[in-house]
Protein backbone atom coordinates (compact mmCIF):
# COMPACT_ATOMS: atom_id res chain seq x y z
CA UNK A 1 0.00 0.00 0.00
CA UNK A 2 0.48 3.44 0.09
CA UNK A 3 2.03 3.40 3.82
CA UNK A 4 4.70 0.66 2.81
CA UNK A 5 5.76 2.70 -0.38
CA UNK A 6 6.21 5.56 1.46
CA UNK A 7 8.57 4.13 4.42
CA UNK A 8 11.02 3.15 1.45
CA UNK A 9 11.47 6.97 0.19
CA UNK A 10 14.92 7.67 0.87
CA UNK A 11 15.87 10.96 2.62
CA UNK A 12 16.82 12.09 -1.41
CA UNK A 13 13.57 11.63 -2.08
CA UNK A 14 11.91 13.53 0.34
CA UNK A 15 13.75 16.46 -0.48
CA UNK A 16 12.83 15.84 -3.76
CA UNK A 17 9.76 16.18 -2.78
CA UNK A 18 9.26 18.94 -0.52
CA UNK A 19 11.11 20.73 -3.76
CA UNK A 20 7.81 19.91 -5.61
CA UNK A 21 5.52 21.01 -3.06
CA UNK A 22 7.50 24.23 -2.51
CA UNK A 23 7.17 24.89 -6.17
CA UNK A 24 3.06 24.12 -6.41
CA UNK A 25 2.51 26.56 -3.29
CA UNK A 26 4.72 29.07 -5.10
CA UNK A 27 2.21 28.81 -8.04
CA UNK A 28 -0.58 30.09 -5.98
CA UNK A 29 1.06 33.57 -4.47
CA UNK A 30 1.93 36.60 -6.66
CA UNK A 31 4.46 36.39 -9.17
CA UNK A 32 4.11 40.11 -10.74
CA UNK A 33 3.51 43.44 -9.02
CA UNK A 34 1.98 46.30 -10.84
CA UNK A 35 2.72 50.14 -9.30
CA UNK A 36 1.82 53.39 -10.53
CA UNK A 37 -0.05 56.59 -9.84
CA UNK A 38 -0.09 56.00 -6.61
CA UNK A 39 -1.52 52.31 -6.92
CA UNK A 40 -0.10 48.78 -6.14
CA UNK A 41 -1.22 45.25 -7.18
CA UNK A 42 0.15 41.64 -7.04
CA UNK A 43 -0.68 38.92 -9.71
CA UNK A 44 -0.58 35.73 -9.64
CA UNK A 45 0.74 33.56 -12.77
CA UNK A 46 -2.40 32.03 -12.98
CA UNK A 47 -4.62 35.48 -12.97
CA UNK A 48 -1.73 36.60 -15.27
CA UNK A 49 -1.97 33.67 -17.28
CA UNK A 50 -3.85 30.31 -16.70
CA UNK A 51 -2.31 28.14 -19.31
CA UNK A 52 1.17 28.53 -18.29
CA UNK A 53 -0.11 27.58 -15.06
CA UNK A 54 -1.92 24.82 -16.16
CA UNK A 55 0.96 23.50 -17.87
CA UNK A 56 3.01 23.90 -14.97
CA UNK A 57 0.51 21.77 -12.91
CA UNK A 58 0.70 19.38 -15.28
CA UNK A 59 4.43 19.12 -15.24
CA UNK A 60 4.29 19.31 -11.36
CA UNK A 61 2.04 16.29 -11.73
CA UNK A 62 4.25 14.00 -13.57
CA UNK A 63 6.77 14.65 -12.04
CA UNK A 64 5.66 13.91 -8.39
CA UNK A 65 4.31 10.56 -10.65
CA UNK A 66 7.98 9.66 -11.95
CA UNK A 67 10.00 10.38 -8.72
CA UNK A 68 7.23 8.02 -6.79
CA UNK A 69 7.95 5.73 -9.04
CA UNK A 70 11.68 6.76 -8.97
CA UNK A 71 12.03 6.51 -5.44
CA UNK A 72 9.82 3.76 -3.81
CA UNK A 73 11.50 0.88 -5.97
CA UNK A 74 14.19 -0.84 -5.14
CA UNK A 75 15.54 -1.36 -8.71
CA UNK A 76 13.18 1.66 -9.98
CA UNK A 77 14.09 1.99 -13.88
CA UNK A 78 16.24 4.52 -15.95
CA UNK A 79 13.49 4.96 -17.73
CA UNK A 80 11.56 7.18 -14.97
CA UNK A 81 14.74 8.62 -13.97
CA UNK A 82 15.09 10.02 -17.96
CA UNK A 83 11.29 11.48 -17.92
CA UNK A 84 12.26 12.84 -14.08
CA UNK A 85 15.18 14.96 -16.01
CA UNK A 86 13.29 15.99 -19.03
CA UNK A 87 10.22 17.20 -16.93
CA UNK A 88 12.39 19.31 -14.73
CA UNK A 89 14.70 20.26 -17.47
CA UNK A 90 11.63 21.53 -19.17
CA UNK A 91 10.38 23.82 -16.16
CA UNK A 92 13.81 24.84 -15.96
CA UNK A 93 13.60 25.91 -19.52
CA UNK A 94 10.30 27.43 -19.34
CA UNK A 95 11.64 29.52 -15.93
CA UNK A 96 14.78 30.70 -17.32
CA UNK A 97 12.83 31.93 -20.98
CA UNK A 98 10.28 34.06 -18.69
CA UNK A 99 12.97 35.59 -16.79
CA UNK A 100 15.57 36.33 -20.34
CA UNK A 101 11.90 37.56 -21.34
CA UNK A 102 10.32 39.57 -18.55
CA UNK A 103 11.04 42.88 -19.81
CA UNK A 104 9.87 41.92 -23.45
CA UNK A 105 6.60 40.26 -22.40
CA UNK A 106 6.01 43.45 -20.12
CA UNK A 107 6.57 45.82 -23.09
CA UNK A 108 4.21 43.66 -25.29
CA UNK A 109 1.50 43.89 -22.49
CA UNK A 110 1.49 47.42 -22.85
CA UNK A 111 1.41 48.17 -26.37
CA UNK A 112 -1.85 49.41 -27.43
CA UNK A 113 -2.96 50.37 -23.31
CA UNK A 114 -1.95 54.40 -23.27
CA UNK A 115 -2.81 54.45 -19.45
CA UNK A 116 -0.18 51.51 -19.11
CA UNK A 117 2.93 53.74 -19.71
CA UNK A 118 3.43 54.50 -15.70
CA UNK A 119 3.16 51.58 -14.89
CA UNK A 120 6.00 49.62 -13.13
CA UNK A 121 6.28 45.97 -13.03
CA UNK A 122 8.11 43.43 -11.09
CA UNK A 123 8.74 39.57 -10.45
CA UNK A 124 7.29 39.28 -6.40
CA UNK A 125 7.93 36.30 -4.07
CA UNK A 126 6.12 33.56 -5.71
CA UNK A 127 8.22 33.91 -8.79
CA UNK A 128 11.02 34.13 -6.72
CA UNK A 129 10.61 31.30 -3.96
CA UNK A 130 8.97 29.39 -7.87
CA UNK A 131 12.77 29.68 -9.45
CA UNK A 132 14.41 28.76 -6.09
CA UNK A 133 12.26 25.42 -6.02
CA UNK A 134 12.67 24.75 -9.76
CA UNK A 135 16.86 25.45 -9.26
CA UNK A 136 16.95 22.74 -6.14
CA UNK A 137 14.91 20.79 -8.55
CA UNK A 138 17.25 20.95 -10.96
CA UNK A 139 20.21 20.25 -8.56
CA UNK A 140 18.54 17.48 -7.20
CA UNK A 141 18.29 15.61 -10.56
CA UNK A 142 22.10 15.74 -11.56
CA UNK A 143 22.64 14.51 -7.68
CA UNK A 144 20.41 12.13 -8.67
CA UNK A 145 22.07 10.62 -11.86
CA UNK A 146 25.82 11.56 -9.68
CA UNK A 147 24.71 8.69 -7.14
CA UNK A 148 22.83 6.47 -9.96
CA UNK A 149 26.48 6.38 -11.73
CA UNK A 150 28.15 5.53 -8.70
CA UNK A 151 25.57 3.26 -7.86
CA UNK A 152 23.28 1.40 -9.50
CA UNK A 153 19.80 2.61 -7.73
CA UNK A 154 21.57 4.69 -5.42
CA UNK A 155 18.94 6.80 -5.09
Request: net charge positive.
Amino acid sequence: GFGGAASRVPLAGWLFFVGLAVALFALFLPWFSASGDGISLSLSLGAADPTARNVILVALAASFGLAWVTFTRPTAPRGTLIGLSVVIGLLAVQLIYNWVTFDSQIAEAKVGEPDASGINFAPTFGMLLYSAAVAFLAVRIVMLWRAARAQPQAF
